[in-house]
């Protein structure tokens, strides 16, 4: 299973015409059913989603739908437990504590790959290894 940051869901609902191809690959990505994603990305998501200084933003109403529907796949809730281990990778690895709680749920639901755009493609967090769907213009499409 591959766990799913924030930014592929946004790309997957922007109208921006200079995010055009990363919108095309983000829903190429949300077509396969092998992804997870955690209640972290989906709250992040409605929040930029619904920024009212986005030129594309979406209403409560959309957002929220959207949220919904993103919940066909396995979702991450954020526990005690998760909190302490993505604190341990804060320190360990030196990154955000965000970013850490985005790599802790993915090893939380069994991912082995997170895709995102926001930490460095090829990375290995103890097993858990980022692949940045965006990189190359191709990612690898599993069904």
């Known amino acids: 299973m591959r766990f799913v940051d924030t930014n592929v869901l946004l790309y997957a609902v922007s109208t921006a015409a200079g995010e055009r191809a990363k919108a095309d690959l983000a829903r ?27 030129p594309d933003r979406l209403s409560h109403e959309q957002a929220a ?33 965000w970013d850490a709680a985005i790599v802790e749920a993915a090893r939380a639901l069994g991912c ?14 103890e097993g858990v290894t980022v692949e940045n769907p965006f990189r190359t213009g191709r990612t690898r499409r599993r069904t």
Not at 41 to 53: D, G, I, K, M
């Open 112 to 125: 082995r790959t997170l895709l995102s755009e926001d930490l460095a493609h090829g990375t290995d967090y």
């Open 65 to 97: 739908m959207l949220v919904e529907s993103f919940l066909r796949y396995p979702a991450q809730e954020i526990t005690a437990a998760l909190m302490r281990a993505a604190l341990e990778t804060t320190r360990r690895f030196r990154i955000a504590y």
């Open 28 to 54: 190429a990505v949300l077509e396969s059913s092998d992804l997870g994603l955690s209640v972290q990305v989906l709250q992040e998501f409605y929040v930029q989603a619904t920024r009212p200084t986005k």
